[in-house]
């Protein structure tokens, strides 16, 4: 399994901008389909973003398509999130996640390696 940190998470006003990041281990980095969701108190883990193991695919939830942007370096072994027009619907804690599949599942219960998280606040 490939280990994940997640970092760049904090509080910011609405309508601000954050990027996140989601550092992996392991050499098999280029190989796998990378996602972030994120989790609510009290709300569902829910998909937010996925990229497929060259970039050369993304997918998106409706609530975040045309402010959020995923993108990945293989080369640093790392993927982002960059986060724009927050609001407070927005705030969660994210996770990244890693499927050494082809496609890019929605599904939380398809990943296996996951990482901390990383709490993200958007203040009115």
């Known amino acids: 399994q490939v280990q994940l940190v997640e970092s760049g998470g904090g509080l910011v006003q609405v309508g601000g901008s954050l990027r996140l990041s989601c550092a992996a281990s392991g050499r098999a980095f280029s190989q796998y389909v990378m996602t972030w969701f994120r989790q609510a108190p009290g709300k569902e883990r829910e998909f937010v973003a996925g990229i497929s193991s060259t970039g050369a695919n993304t997918r998106y939830a409706d609530s975040v398509k045309d402010r959020f942007t995923i993108s990945r370096d293989n080369v640093k072994n790392t993927v982002y999130l960059q986060m724009n027009s927050l609001k407070p619907g927005d705030t969660a804690v994210y996770y990244c996640?890693?499927?050494?599949?082809?496609?890019?599942?929605?599904?939380?219960?398809?990943?296996?390696?996951w990482g901390q998280g990383t709490q993200v606040t958007v203040s009115s």
């Open positions: 996640a890693a499927d050494s599949g082809w496609f890019i599942r929605t599904q939380r219960g398809e990943y296996a390696s």
